[in-house]
Nanobody, 117 residues
Framework: QVQLVESGGGLVQAGGSLRLSCAAS????????MGWYRQAPGKQRELVAG???????NYADSVKGRFAISRDNAKNTVYLQMNSLKSEDTAVYYC???????????WGKGTLVTVSS
């Protein structure tokens, strides 16, 4: 089993920045791809950014050039640096991790990001 705990959400003004973190724990902790999803009120959950264990990244078009995903494999932690935030970035952000060992996806409980205009 893998547990994911997000942190770093909060309230920020438009144009500001936030950094989200997600730490994976469990025994054993062996995750492969990790990523961030978000869900705004009344909308479906969508992929924001993903990163493989080797560091290959992908982004939603809406965040390219503004957000950056990274990970520290030694710490089993993934980060999302969010810059130039817009009101439409307001959502609950969820951390996701895929384990090749168990062929399962794991989810964190989410952290709220609110961007005021």
């Amino acid at each position: 089993q893998v547990q994911l705990v997000e942190s770093g959400g909060g309230l920020v003004q438009a144009g500001g920045s936030l950094r989200l973190s997600c730490a994976a724990s469990g025994s054993p902790v062996r995750v492969n791809a990790m990523g961030w999803y978000r869900q705004a009120p009344g909308k479906q959950r969508e992929l924001v950014a993903g990163i493989t264990k080797s560091g290959i990244t992908n982004y939603a078009d809406s965040v390219k050039g503004r957000f950056a995903i990274s990970r520290d494999n030694a710490k089993n932690t993934v980060y999302l640096q969010m810059n130039s935030l817009k009101s439409e970035d307001t959502a609950v952000y969820y951390c996701n991790a895929y384990s090749l060992d168990s062929d399962m996806n794991y989810w964190g409980k989410g952290t709220l990001v609110t961007v005021s205009s």
